[in-house]
């Protein structure tokens, strides 16, 4: 099993810039790729940006060069870290994490961008 807790989000004005983070705990050594996914109200899930263990990224069209996703393996945290946020940002933003047998999700944290 594995157990991811997310950190950060919050409100921010348009153009500004915010930070998460999601921390994996119990068996990380069978994670394979983590990232973030998105859901704004009324809208289905979607992929923000993802990281393999070795460091190879893709990003969703909508954030390419606005957002920026790393990880730390040595602490099993994943981060993403968002500049020149635009009201349609706004949604809960979901950590997940990929296994062999399946994938995890964090609780999600609420971004919100409004002037």
């Known amino acids: 099993q594995v157990q991811l807790v997310e950190f950060g989000g919050g409100s921010v004005q348009p153009g500004g810039s915010l930070s998460v983070s999601c921390a994996a705990s119990?068996?990380?050594?069978?994670?394979?790729?983590m990232g973030w996914y998105r859901q704004a109200p009324g809208k289905q899930r979607e992929l923000v940006a993802r990281?393999?263990?070795?460091?190879?990224?893709n990003y969703a069209d909508s954030v390419k060069g606005r957002f920026t996703i790393s990880r730390d393996n040595a602490k099993n945290t994943v981060y993403l870290q968002m500049n020149s946020l635009k009201p349609e940002d706004t949604a809960v933003y979901y950590c997940?994490?990929?296994?062999?047998?399946?994938?995890?999700w964090g609780q999600g944290t609420q971004v919100t961008v409004s002037s």
């Open positions: 997940n994490a990929m296994t062999l047998a399946r994938e995890y």
């Open positions: 119990g068996n990380t050594f069978i994670i394979s790729t």
């Open positions: 990281i393999t263990k070795g460091g190879s990224t």
